[in-house]
């Protein structure tokens, strides 16, 4: 499989539009990192409500085997939360936007980032507990709060963290109607190149597949090794270079290559 499109090359920038990517060749050399709330399951109103299609864990475990290893996920869910929903996997996986990785076959979880200050946590909790029960999770290297319940609370809470996050020297992550708070340094693209630098990854082409702005990072980590990210959902201004409508044709795209 040629990972580049032949019309364009990453210097080009964001192209106007983007085409479907092109079949995944399991055989050539290819590394396949996938987010997953958006990507391989549809949203849903709190966190705990997504729904993970049957023949998803097999599925990801039998590309896993046909690419030898390399695909690997890259979520900002806690590693923990991932094995809830998917079940102990043996594929490569990182959580909490790059604080926490796995290999695959380890039950190891190894930190890449510093924990949260516990202050800072508790300042989010009670910021969501006072305006109107707005969605708080706590993950082992950063802290959420969701406002998908209470999207007119979008603005003061943007302010709150913003304010939190310069005091204490975070960073911060705009998702799909959540807030999060972690310690610099770490984020999807880092956790990338950190899969990138080990075996069974290092050498091979990678593609990334993923909806949120949080993925933009992983897409421009991609391309330093020679691949490229797919964008799922509607066009933006992105780092990708392929794009997937939505999580149904993420799951055609990936049946076809299992
Ligand atoms: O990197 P991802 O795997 O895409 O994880 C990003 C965040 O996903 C979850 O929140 C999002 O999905 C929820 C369930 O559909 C939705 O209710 C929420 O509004 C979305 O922001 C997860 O809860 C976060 O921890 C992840 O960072």
Do not use: C
């Not at 709190?46 to 729904?51: E, F, K, L």
């Amino acid at each position: 499989m040629t990972i580049l499109s032949p019309s364009i090359s990453p210097a080009d920038g964001p192209a106007p539009a983007l085409s479907a990517p092109p079949q995944l060749d399991t055989g050539r050399g290819t590394a396949l990192f996938l987010d997953f709330d958006g990507t391989l399951v549809e949203l849903a109103e709190h966190p705990q409500d997504i729904v993970v299609a049957p023949a998803l864990p097999h599925l990801l475990t039998a590309l896993s085997e046909r690419l030898d290893g390399r695909l690997a996920v890259v979520s900002g869910r806690s590693l923990a939360m991932l094995d809830d929903f998917l079940g102990p996997l043996p594929i490569g996986m990182a959580g909490s936007h790059g604080g926490e990785f796995r290999p695959a076959g380890s039950s190891q979880v190894q930190p890449l980032a510093k924990p949260l200050p516990p202050a800072v946590s508790a300042a989010l909790s009670s910021f969501a507990q006072q305006n109107g029960g707005l969605v708080f999770e706590a993950k082992p290297f950063s802290a959420a709060v969701h406002y998908r319940n209470h999207p007119e609370i979008a603005e003061q809470l943007v302010g709150f963290a913003t304010t939190l996050s310069a005091e204490h020297g975070l960073a911060i992550k705009h998702g799909k109607m959540v807030v999060e708070l972690a310690m610099p340094g770490s984020d999807k693209g880092s956790a990338v190149r950190h899969f990138m630098e080990r075996a069974p990854f290092a050498g091979s082409r990678p593609l990334f597949i993923g909806d949120d702005v949080t993925d933009e990072d992983a897409f421009a980590a991609v391309r330093q090794f020679d691949g490229g990210g797919v964008l799922v959902g509607a066009m933006r201004a992105t780092a990708a270079l392929w794009r997937l409508e939505n999580v149904s044709a993420v799951h055609r795209w990936l049946e076809n290559a299992a």
